[in-house]
């Protein structure tokens, strides 16, 4: 039986998605940092083995250094690359307002209409704690972590269990710290209505297994290729 959110929730993920394309590359265009750790991935950008800066590139794991490093290699010049960060983020952003609002109020309306709400508003401002930003900001990894948090989440809402069940797979790989937590409390959510929406998700299973099989590839191409710690011990 098809969801019924999922009749108008295309549209909300195509339309929001292409508002926060626009927003991050045309109205909110930003230097992203990720891009300078991709230059050092790729190996454009050399820095002495016992430098701080250079253990630091190497250590932080994320699947859009080794995405960037690669389009890094075959030609994409840093401005380019950070354009298409900065829409990746605006993207994720909307998207994850939208799909929100979509799986609580249940109107494609009013889902489309949130980004443009959020952003007039200026309401991602007032964070209580830690800020919360949803383009136009170069912190690459907060803004797509908590984004791709939010539209797996509101993917899950929406009805879309596959491909929430692949993203959340997935999620360690963007950022390990939401991801991480992100699918610890999917589990429980999960555990705890097990036996009313277990039959509908278990079909998703496989799809969160792709996803978690393209974090390990990752993260064994971090350790393998990437990761390069020297040994300062007695030093």
């Known amino acids: 039986m098809t969801h019924p959110l999922r009749r108008a929730g295309t549209w909300v993920v195509v339309l929001s998605g292409i ?22 991935v790729a190996g454009l950008v050399e820095y002495p083995r016992d430098n701080p800066f250079y253990t630091y590139h190497t250590k932080i794991w994320t699947v859009m ?15 380019t690359l950070s354009l298409i ?38 309401v991602f401002d007032h964070g209580v704690v830690y800020p919360i930003a949803l383009a136009g900001s170069e912190h690459t990894y907060g803004v797509v972590g908590l984004s791709a948090a939010g539209v797996t989440l509101g993917l899950f809402g929406a009805g879309y269990v596959r491909s929430g069940a692949f993203l959340l797979g997935l999620l360690p790989a963007i950022h390990p710290a939401i991801g991480v937590w ?54």
């Open 182 to 235: 992100t699918m610890a409390a999917a589990t429980v959510a999960l555990a705890w209505e097990r036996r009313a929406i277990w039959p509908a998700y278990r079909y998703a299973l496989w799809w969160f297994l792709a996803g978690a099989g393209v974090t390990v590839a990752s993260g064994l191409h971090q350790w393998a290729f990437i990761l390069d710690v020297p040994d300062t011990e007695g030093e």
């Open 65 to 79: 250094h080794q995405a960037g490093a690669l389009l890094l290699l075959v030609g994409v010049p840093e401005k």
């Open 19 to 40: 508002i926060g394309v626009y927003a991050g590359v045309v109205l909110f265009p930003r230097w992203q940092v990720a891009v300078e750790t991709a230059q050092v």
């Open 85 to 122: 960060l900065s829409g990746l983020m605006g993207m994720l952003s909307c998207q994850a307002l939208s799909l929100t609002a979509y799986a609580l109020s249940g109107s494609a309306t009013v889902a489309v209409g949130m980004p443009f709400l959020a952003f007039a508003t200026r």
